[in-house]
């Protein structure tokens, strides 16, 4: 089964850049028709939507965060990456990155980002 673990820092300082890895394991980044994607939760806000990049390597973002956000991927080491530039406070929150098949949907555990000064 597939699993996705995220690392990056847990803390990060305004106008700083955010980089965030998730490792899949299990399955492919680079398989079709799948797509791995980054969702955040800010403390008392619902889940949104960041941005995703297919198995062909073809990112999408939100409107409301493209101009911040980048996401790449390392197929060699089954590897994608999220980069946000610039954070700021209102960007703390619980990070994940799922993968998403046609009949499933799985979530890494999330990890804690804090943008304090």
């Known amino acids: 089964q597939v699993q996705l673990q995220e690392s990056g820092p847990g803390l990060v300082k305004p106008s700083q850049t955010l980089s965030l890895t998730c490792t899949v394991s299990?399955?492919?980044?680079?398989?079709?028709?799948?797509?791995w994607a980054w969702i955040r939760q800010a403390p008392g806000k619902g889940l949104e939507w960041m941005g995703s990049?297919?198995?062909?390597?073809?990112?999408y973002y939100s409107p409301s965060l493209k101009s911040r956000t980048s996401i790449s991927r390392d197929t060699s080491k089954n590897q994608f990456t999220l980069q946000l530039n610039p954070v700021t406070p209102e960007d703390t929150g619980v990070y994940y990155c799922?993968?998403?098949?046609?009949?499933?949907?799985?979530w890494g555990q999330g990890t804690q980002v804090t943008v304090s000064s």
């Open positions: 990049i297919d198995y062909s390597g073809t990112t």
């Open positions: 299990g399955g492919s980044i680079t398989t079709n028709p799948y797509y």
């Open positions: 799922t993968e998403w098949e046609p009949a499933a949907v799985y």
